[in-house]
């Protein structure tokens, strides 16, 4: 037996205002789970504490709280001392019970087809990564959306597709989608990271979805231009200064020794609107002792048609690029855009081997630079975080280069999954709660390593915001000065 201590929100909407916290200290056996805790406060402190739970097992979905912040089911979760249990994000019935019922209205049944057969093989397959949802809407609390706009929810979505495989079904789901909110989601992922049956919501049938409606001739406009400007120049956004491709030669050799070599994906941010964010990079990749080979014959990566269901001839963008690294004899390539990265990584089976700028630097080490007299915060890009896995490389990267870093709670900016194109409101919506959290930590500056949230973010704050390569180049430049003027 060990004791703990944790936190837990109280409410009863028939005698208090609003939620408030009380702290119990119990005793549980080596391995509780949170509901073993819940159980404890219940039985040996008080047994008005209102909580759900059923199968104990993880297959029901009924005890589903928030533990420190994040949706988990309380009977898989480990209890730890100090934890804070709350409930999910949705109207509170009482203490950790929510009402479930609005959502799972919203969550469709199948509508027998006439005289259907049973799936076929394939079709059971394709099924399968849907049917596991045991709909304790983890999800639904975690997204990002929800917070700004009517959108159904990630399960809901889910829902739709699943029953879009099933012959059995004569529903209209593609038109079902779209009325629950098809292009709202930023396909951040948050709803993969929380679900305890790991269903890829986003990638299975958000995108799916968006493919099926594009068929149908359904895409949002702004989404279609994007998608025809890819086709016509081989590029997402419109040049609007010379590009990074026409200021840099094939081969960039570093300053000094060679250290290793990277072949460098610029994105079509970096290369056609932001072009000084890759300058900057460069000129850390050469400090570092990091040949640099740039395929001029790249093009975009495909990633804002694949979010938006544009796929007809994202495979022809794949061969391109990959004919481009390959062909050069390139085994690590580089990029230094989040989505990019993402696409590269789980959208294609490349010969070579895909990092992030921050895995790069980190694996060879870099040359300490001087600290910025600043306070920086990071703000965690999607598809770096959630898509790639990468959280303490920035972090460590940073905390070389400035004075003080602090921590900002980390949640989409709104930028992704075509949302700040297709549906603008809810990404500024999202982006003013980046601001407001931006603001609380108190920071001069707001870092990340992604160009659409740098982009997104910079609209929506007056705080700088800058990239990482950018403020480990600044760090070098004060320590060239510094050298100098001791000399």
Same mark, same amino acid.
């Given at each position: 037996?060990?004791?703990?201590?944790?936190?837990?929100?109280?409410?009863?909407?028939?005698?208090?205002?609003?939620?408030?916290?009380?702290?119990?200290?119990?005793?549980?056996?080596?391995?509780?789970?949170?509901?073993?805790?819940?159980?404890?406060?219940?039985?040996?402190?008080?047994?008005? &504490?209102?909580?759900?739970?059923?199968?104990?097992?993880?297959?029901?979905?009924?005890?589903?709280?928030?533990?420190?912040?994040?949706?988990? &089911?309380?009977?898989?979760?480990?209890?730890?001392?100090?934890?804070?249990?709350?409930? &999910?994000?949705?109207?509170?019935?009482?203490?950790?019970?929510?009402?479930?019922?609005?959502?799972?209205?919203?969550?469709?049944?199948?509508?027998?087809?006439?005289?259907?057969?049973?799936?076929?093989?394939?079709?059971?397959?394709?099924?399968?990564?849907?049917?596991?949802?045991?709909?304790?809407?983890?999800?639904?609390?975690?997204?990002?959306?929800?917070?700004?706009?009517?959108?159904?929810?990630?399960?809901?979505?889910?829902?739709?597709?699943?029953?879009?495989?099933?012959?059995?079904?004569?529903?209209?789901?593609?038109?079902?989608?779209?009325?629950?909110?098809?292009?709202?989601?930023?396909?951040?992922?948050?709803?993969?990271?929380?679900?305890?049956?790991?269903?890829?919501?986003?990638?299975?049938?958000?995108?799916?979805?968006?493919?099926?409606?594009?068929?149908?001739?359904?895409?949002?406009?702004?989404?279609?231009?994007?998608?025809?400007?890819?086709?016509?120049?081989?590029?997402?956004?419109?040049?609007?200064?010379?590009?990074?491709?026409?200021?840099?030669?094939?081969?960039?050799?570093?300053?000094?020794?060679?250290?290793?070599?990277?072949?460098?994906?610029?994105?079509?941010?970096?290369?056609?609107?932001?072009?000084?964010?890759?300058?900057?990079?460069?000129?850390?990749?050469?400090?570092?002792?990091?040949?640099?080979?740039?395929?001029?014959?790249?093009?975009?990566?495909?990633?804002?048609?694949?979010?938006?269901?544009?796929?007809?001839?994202?495979?022809?963008?794949?061969?391109?690029?990959?004919?481009?690294?390959?062909?050069?004899?390139?085994?690590?390539?580089?990029?230094?855009?989040?989505?990019?990265?993402?696409?590269?990584?789980?959208?294609?089976?490349?010969?070579?081997?895909?990092?992030?700028?921050?895995?790069?630097?980190?694996?060879?080490?870099?040359?300490?630079?001087?600290?910025?007299?600043?306070?920086?915060?990071?703000?965690?890009?999607?598809?770096?975080?959630?898509?790639?896995?990468?959280?303490?490389?920035?972090?460590?990267?940073?905390?070389?280069?400035?004075?003080?870093?602090?921590?900002?709670?980390?949640?989409?900016?709104?930028?992704?999954?075509?949302?700040?194109?297709?549906?603008?409101?809810?990404?500024?919506?999202?982006?003013?709660?980046?601001?407001?959290?931006?603001?609380?930590?108190?920071?001069?500056?707001?870092?990340?390593?992604?160009?659409?949230?740098?982009?997104?973010?910079?609209?929506?704050?007056?705080?700088?915001?800058?990239?990482?390569?950018?403020?480990?180049?600044?760090?070098?430049?004060?320590?060239?000065?510094?050298?100098?003027?001791?000399?």
């Amino acid at each position: 037996m060990r004791e703990i201590t944790l936190r837990v929100s109280r409410y009863d909407p028939a005698e208090d205002a609003e939620p408030h916290f009380e702290e119990y200290t119990v005793r549980v056996n080596e391995g509780a789970r949170v509901l073993h805790a819940l159980h404890a406060v219940h039985d040996d402190h008080d047994p008005t &504490l209102a909580y759900r739970y059923c199968c104990g097992s993880g297959q029901c979905g009924s005890c589903a709280v928030q533990v420190d912040g994040t949706p988990v &089911l309380a009977c898989m979760e480990g209890a730890r001392d100090g934890m804070t249990v709350e409930p &999910l994000d949705l109207p509170v019935l009482k203490d950790l019970t929510v009402d479930m019922g609005p959502v799972i209205a919203k969550i469709a049944r199948i509508c027998p087809a006439p005289d259907a057969g049973l799936p076929a093989k394939e079709e059971i397959e394709a099924i399968k990564p849907l049917r596991d949802c045991i709909e304790c809407l983890c999800c639904v609390s975690a997204c990002p959306a929800l917070q700004v706009t009517e959108f159904a929810g990630p399960t809901v979505l889910r829902q739709e597709m699943r029953l879009a495989l099933d012959p059995r079904d004569s529903g209209d789901r593609i038109g079902d989608a779209i009325e629950k909110g098809l292009f709202y989601c930023t396909t951040c992922k948050r709803c993969l990271e929380v679900c305890p049956k790991e269903i890829d919501v986003p990638g299975k049938a958000i995108e799916k979805l968006r493919e099926l409606a594009n068929r149908r001739g359904l895409t949002l406009p702004r989404h279609q231009e994007v998608a025809k400007m890819v086709q016509e120049t081989g590029r997402s956004v419109e040049r609007t200064v010379p590009t990074f491709l026409e200021q840099v030669p094939e081969v960039i050799e570093p300053d000094g020794p060679v250290r290793g070599e990277v072949g460098f994906f610029v994105g079509c941010m970096f290369n056609g609107r932001v072009p000084q964010t890759a300058l900057d990079a460069m000129e850390v990749m050469k400090r570092n002792g990091i040949r640099v080979i740039v395929p001029h014959d790249q093009v975009c990566c495909g990633s804002p048609l694949i979010r938006t269901g544009q796929t007809s001839f994202v495979d022809d963008l794949k061969q391109k690029n990959i004919k481009a690294f390959a062909d050069r004899g390139i085994e690590t390539v580089m990029t230094i855009c989040a989505g990019c990265g993402a696409t590269l990584k789980n959208d294609y089976e490349t010969p070579f081997t895909v990092k992030d700028v921050t895995e790069v630097l980190t694996e060879y080490g870099i040359e300490p630079p001087a600290k910025l007299d600043i306070t920086a915060t990071y703000h965690d890009p999607c598809h770096l975080l959630r898509g790639q896995g990468i959280s303490e490389e920035p972090r460590a990267l940073l905390r070389e280069a400035v004075g003080e870093f602090v921590e900002m709670p980390s949640q989409c900016c709104g930028a992704g999954g075509g949302v700040r194109s297709g549906v603008p409101e809810e990404a500024k919506a999202l982006g003013a709660k980046r601001d407001a959290a931006v603001k609380a930590t108190g920071a001069d500056v707001v870092v990340t390593v992604c160009p659409f949230c740098e982009f997104h973010i910079a609209d929506c704050t007056d705080v700088p915001v800058k990239n990482l390569v950018t403020v480990l180049l600044e760090g070098y430049r004060k320590k060239d000065a510094e050298q100098k003027d001791s000399a």
